[in-house]
């Protein structure tokens, strides 16, 4: 039973591109969210996606956006992109969004580096 | 808003020795409590959680007990493995939805032989 998957694992970018994470949650899963994690920090909520809608957002500006598909996959885009988003971006799935019996589930992150 | 803080690392133990993590939380409503493992290269795993006043989560001989009164949910062992190794990250539940969590800085735990 596979887990939670992310790609790439890897990134570098520069300042002003943009970039596309994505994430495939473990199988029965329907709700992804995703987390960025600064180096020696905790993981901070950008947002969640259930049922291809946004549902609940974190303190993260407009650049962040994300999309979720009918096999319940979900991308991370960031536009514009500053030194201060590098991180580790953290995809994390569940059953359901409004359940508190279904634990998250997270994936081993892709790590972020803009120069 | 709510808030997580826990105690600062990094801790260095040497196996066999009691744990305690401490945990301390800010919340409006009741939220659930959770603890998280992170080891080396990979993701974030559920270790534990409670979901009211005066629950204790438990796994792998960690326990932690939601503590109302003291607004905390510090975590113990009594003896840990040199396997313990990891950051150990506590957090809270938005009272709105489970998936919505807010972390604390997280706490390196090295446990030499």
């Known amino acids: 039973d596979a887990g939670v998957t992310q790609s790439p694992t890897h990134l570098i970018k520069t300042r002003g591109q943009q970039v596309t994470l994505r994430c495939s949650p473990k199988?029965?899963?329907?709700?992804v969210s995703w987390y960025q994690q600064a180096l020696g920090q905790g993981p901070q909520f950008i947002f969640q996606?259930?049922?291809?809608?946004?549902?609940q957002r974190g303190n993260f500006p407009d650049r962040f956006s994300g999309h979720q598909f009918p096999n319940y996959s979900s991308e991370l885009n960031v536009n514009a992109l500053l030194l201060g988003d590098s991180a580790l971006y953290l995809c994390?799935?569940?059953?359901?969004?409004?359940?508190?019996?279904?634990?998250?589930?997270f994936g081993n992150g892709t790590r972020l580096t803009v120069t | 808003g709510n808030s997580v803080t826990q105690m600062e690392g990094p801790v260095t133990l040497s196996e066999e020795a009691f744990l305690t993590i401490n945990c301390t939380y800010t919340?409006?409503?009741?939220?659930?409590l959770f603890w998280y493992v992170q080891y080396p290269g990979e993701g974030l795993q559920l270790l534990l959680k409670?979901?009211?006043?005066?629950d204790k989560g438990s796994n792998k001989g960690f326990e932690a007990t939601y503590r109302k009164e003291t607004t905390s949910f510090h975590l113990e062992k009594g003896s840990v493995q040199v396997s313990d190794s990891a950051v150990y990250f506590c957090?809270?539940?938005?009272?709105?939805?489970?998936?919505?969590?807010?972390f604390g800085q997280g706490t390196r735990l090295t446990i030499n032989p």
């Open positions: 919340a409006t409503g009741y939220p659930s």
């Open positions: 994390a799935s569940s059953l359901g969004w409004t359940s508190y019996n279904s634990p998250l589930h």
């Open positions: 409670a979901t009211k006043a005066d």
């Open positions: 996606y259930y049922e291809e809608e946004e549902r």
């Open positions: 957090a809270l539940s938005d009272a709105k939805g489970a998936q919505k969590l807010v």
């Open positions: 199988s029965g899963h329907d709700t």
